[in-house]
Nanobody
Framework: QVQLVESGGGQVQAGGSLRLSCAAS????????TGWFRQAPGNERELVAG???????TYADSVKGRFTIYRDNAKDTVYLEMNNLKPEDTGVYYC????????????WGQGTQVTVSS
């Protein structure tokens, strides 16, 4: 099993920046992909960005050019650098891990709140 702990959320004004961190522990060698999801009130959880253990990254169209996902393998930590934030980026951001043999993300952190004011 993998444990995930997010940090770095907060409140910023539109145009500002935040960096989220997702620290993994436990059976981290089983992780194939780590992703950041967000969920706004009344909306479903959506995938914002993901990165494989080889470093390949994907992004939702809504965040391309503004968000960057990267990893520090020595620290078992994945980061989400968020720039030029917009009010529509507001939500609870969750870190998820997709382990080998799974069909989808099967490990989750507790979430961290990001609020962007206009």
């Amino acid at each position: 099993q993998v444990q995930l702990v997010e940090s770095g959320g907060g409140q910023v004004q539109a145009g500002g920046s935040l960096r989220l961190s997702c620290a993994a522990s436990g059976r981290t060698f089983t992780i194939y992909t780590t992703g950041w999801f967000r969920q706004a009130p009344g909306n479903e959880r959506e995938l914002v960005a993901g990165i494989t253990n080889g470093g390949g990254a994907t992004y939702a169209d809504s965040v391309k050019g503004r968000f960057t996902i990267y990893r520090d393998n020595a620290k078992d930590t994945v980061y989400l650098e968020m720039n030029n934030l917009k009010p529509e980026d507001t939500g609870v951001y969750y870190c998820g891990a997709y382990t080998y043999g799974s069909s989808w993300y099967d490990n989750w952190g507790q979430g961290t709140q990001v609020t962007v004011s206009s």
